[in-house]
């Protein structure tokens, strides 16, 4: 279920894709995040206080095809 946050001072897109989604998930979030909210776009590189954002699920994680995971 998508997330929806606001954003607070000096918060940029990517920042808070950093700390919702964390080093695992990070890669490709900011393409998704704005997918999901068009407008953000046209808004400058900081957001300003308030601005609201909608962070979609992050992507089923997969393992290369003929590799198995032993720890997590």
């Not at 946050?5 to 894709?17: E, K």
């Not at 695992?24 to 909210?37: I, P, Q, T, W």
Request: proline share 11%; charged share 25%.
């Amino acid at each position: 279920m998508p997330t929806t946050v606001r954003a607070r001072q000096g918060d940029t897109i990517d920042l808070i894709c950093w700390l919702h989604y964390g080093k695992k998930h990070f890669r490709g979030s900011v393409e998704r995040v704005l997918d999901a909210n068009r407008d953000l776009a046209d808004k400058p590189l900081v957001l300003e206080p308030g601005t609201l954002i909608t962070l979609p699920d992050p992507p089923p994680e997969t393992l290369p095809t003929g590799q198995i995971r032993l720890w997590d």
